[in-house]
């Protein structure tokens, strides 16, 4: 049995939702010292880069299609985010 998922209003995807990345500035791959979550940073940044906006329009995630910002990425910035509180830093690099 399929649950239909309701589509998320177009109207959200204008919103910066990154409060230490943006597209011109992303994550780097490798976990920043001070990290202790070395395997999750990895993950995370690898799945944050791979559900950017699609270049033309940057309405739709290039990967999934879905409105951007996509599920996907925003697990992916929260992941990254709770490194960075965790470590009590912010990575050289993320905009402040």
């Not at 879905?66 to 992916?76: F, G, N």
């Not at 912010?90 to 402040?96: E, N």
């Amino acid at each position: 049995m399929m649950v239909p998922i309701p589509a998320r209003s177009r109207r959200s995807r204008r919103e910066q939702p990154s409060k230490l990345f943006s597209v011109e500035a992303p994550p780097p791959l490798e976990a920043p010292a001070g990290i202790p979550e070395i395997t999750g940073w990895a993950l995370a940044s690898a799945m944050w880069r791979d559900h950017l906006p699609e270049q033309l329009l940057g309405i739709d995630c290039a990967s999934c299609k879905q409105a951007w910002p996509c599920d996907t990425w925003r697990i992916a910035d929260d992941l990254l985010t709770e490194c960075c509180e965790a470590a009590g830093a912010v990575p050289a690099g993320a905009r402040r």
